[in-house]
């Protein structure tokens, strides 16, 4: 499966011209042709090897701009999909926030963690404030990582049988049944293995893991291709869809929940921004 290598440049009207002279001296003549987007904050390229990375990288700190944030991620083809182990699902509406916990709600702290919250779960159903019903779409996310479904989505999900998932029919704050519901997963796998890539461990203040039960602090790593590693025999037992052990924001504040969804592949099953997953 081959790796994506993209190249990320903020460029200030001033490096326009050292950005295009470095792109020559690189030997990127297609993407010099390429008329720039003067309105866009990034520039984008999508380089051929790491050869050609080091060349321009170097060739812009020659003239003076900054050599900006390397991505690299898998492109698998369908057939490639189909034979994943696993698939990797990162449902985030941005306007929704870092997790945290609904003051109106009660939780399960049976399983949770004392210190920061990590497994906490909750009790009855999800009440959507006024604003937080998605105008459109199957799918949203609220308090940072809530996950929301249309009931059109729902019904989708149910008639395949999926096993480790729930779904709650969330209310309006006024208790009336609304055409959205909270998902719930059942089971959470253990720890990725150690040769996970993609992924990195917090280091400053507020983003380091939970001293007690180090589930959170986890992000991403652009600069490797994410593939979380499990052991075969946990794939095995595993359901069609759980949770990561993982934490992927800032620490675990009390009432958070993980980001990550695994899920079961066959080759027909629906999906949203997978990626690679692998065993062990």
């Given at each position: 499966m081959p790796i994506v290598l993209q190249l990320l440049i903020g460029l200030r009207p001033e490096e326009h011209e050292p950005f295009q002279r470095a792109l020559l001296e690189a030997g990127l003549i297609d993407q010099l042709v390429a008329p720039l987007d003067l309105a866009a904050p990034m520039q984008?390229?999508?380089?051929?090897?790491?050869?050609?990375?080091?060349?321009?990288?170097?060739?812009?700190?020659?003239?003076g701009v900054a050599s900006?944030?390397?991505?690299?991620?898998?492109?698998?083809t369908r057939k490639e999909l189909a034979a994943a182990a696993l698939l990797w699902m990162r449902p985030w509406i941005h306007s929704s926030g870092q997790p945290r916990p609904r003051p109106e709600r009660e939780y399960d702290r049976s399983a949770a963690c004392s210190a920061c919250g990590a497994g906490l779960r909750p009790l009855g159903p999800l009440r959507l404030r006024k604003g937080e019903v998605p105008r459109s779409g199957l799918l949203g996310t609220v308090s940072g990582d809530i996950l929301i479904v249309h009931d059109e989505l729902r019904a989708a999900w149910a008639a395949e049988g999926l096993r480790g998932v729930g779904f709650v029919g969330a209310l309006d704050e006024g208790g009336s049944?609304?055409?959205?519901?909270?998902?719930?997963?059942?089971v959470?796998?253990?720890p990725m293995?150690?040769?996970?890539?993609?992924?990195?461990?917090?280091?400053i203040a507020g983003?380091?893991?939970?001293?007690?039960?180090?589930?959170?602090?986890?992000?991403?790593?652009?600069?490797?291709?994410?593939?979380p590693l499990y052991d075969r025999r946990v794939l095995d037992d595993a359901p069609d869809l759980g949770v990561t052990s993982e934490y992927f924001s800032a620490?675990?504040?009390?009432?958070?929940?993980?980001l990550g969804l695994t899920w079961q592949a066959d080759g027909s099953s629906p999906g949203s921004g997978c990626t690679r997953c692998a065993a062990a």
């Open positions: 984008q390229l999508e380089l051929p090897s790491e050869d050609v990375l080091f060349r321009l990288t170097s060739a812009l700190r020659l003239h900006g944030q390397v991505r690299r991620f898998w492109r698998p049944a609304l055409a959205w519901h909270e998902v719930r997963l059942e959470t796998l253990p293995l150690a040769g996970s890539t993609g992924m990195k461990r917090g280091r983003e380091t893991p939970c001293a007690a039960c180090g589930c959170g602090g986890w992000f991403d790593d652009p600069e490797q291709p994410f593939t620490r675990v504040s009390s009432g958070a929940t993980p």
